[in-house]
């Protein structure tokens, strides 16, 4: 069974330009998570969808972050304009979510992609 | 905010010894759920525990959940260099929305 995918693995932009990260999570899974991680920090939620409707998007930067998921399947992010403490690992994870007939389940991650705002 | 915080931060054994890494919390929760995370890598799902758990293993891990402590700890019998990583707990709130809350994460180290 095929993996979260990510693209890029990493990004190096300056401050003010945007950026964009894809996310193709593993095939059925309902729930696509995106996350934030800074430097010897856990993961941060950022945006949540159950299919392509947001669930919780309430840490999400909206002045600057967009994120979709058309079609329910692929999803991309968006940071526009970049800012220096945006510098982070961009991890995207997906699960069951409630299609499992349960709550709690396993969240699988990308790889990530590692941004540097300069 | 953090939900969950690890204890200790950081962790240094030797090939053989047992490592126990402990996770508390703030808000009543639906499950608890242990990630590992190796060098520059993406995070792999451990174990996950629910409400009305009180241990579960898989393996060389051992872990307990005690919900009238808000806490939990995960114990890697054995342990491996392999095992280096840092270690997350991650907390799955009341309300079935399937978000997870991740502490800060505890550092191990397995020196060979």
């Known amino acids: 069974e095929a993996g979260v995918a990510q693209s890029p693995r990493y990004k190096i932009i300056e401050k003010r330009q945007s950026v964009a990260f894809w996310c193709n999570p593993i095939s059925g899974h309902a729930t696509l998570y995106w996350y934030q991680q800074i430097l010897g920090q856990g993961p941060k939620l950022l945006i949540q969808?159950?299919?392509?409707?947001?669930?919780?998007d309430s840490q999400l930067p909206k002045d600057r972050f967009s994120a979709e998921r058309l079609k329910g399947v692929d999803s991309t992010l968006k940071i526009q304009p970049a800012k220096l403490e945006d510098s982070a690992v961009y991890l995207c994870?997906?699960?069951?979510?409630?299609?499992?007939?349960?709550?709690?389940?396993?969240?699988?991650f990308g790889p990530g992609t590692r941004l540097t705002v300069l | 905010s953090q939900q969950g915080e690890e204890d200790p931060q950081a962790l240094s054994i030797q090939e053989g010894e047992n490592a126990t890494m402990n996770c508390s919390y703030k808000t009543s929760i639906n499950n608890l759920q242990w990630y590992r995370q190796n060098s520059g890598r993406g995070l792999v799902h451990l174990i996950l525990i629910r409400s009305n758990e009180r241990e579960k293993h898989s393996g060389r891990l051992r872990v307990t959940l005690d919900t009238s402590k808000k806490s939990s700890s995960l114990l890697i019998t054995a342990s491996r260099a392999a095992d280096t990583a840092s270690y997350f707990c991650a907390t799955g709130l009341q309300g079935g929305s399937e978000k997870l809350v991740f502490g800060k994460g505890t550092k191990l180290t397995v020196n060979p």
């Open positions: 969808f159950q299919n392509n409707g947001v669930v919780d």
């Open positions: 994870a997906s699960s069951l979510g409630w299609t499992s007939g349960r709550a709690g389940n396993e969240q699988f």
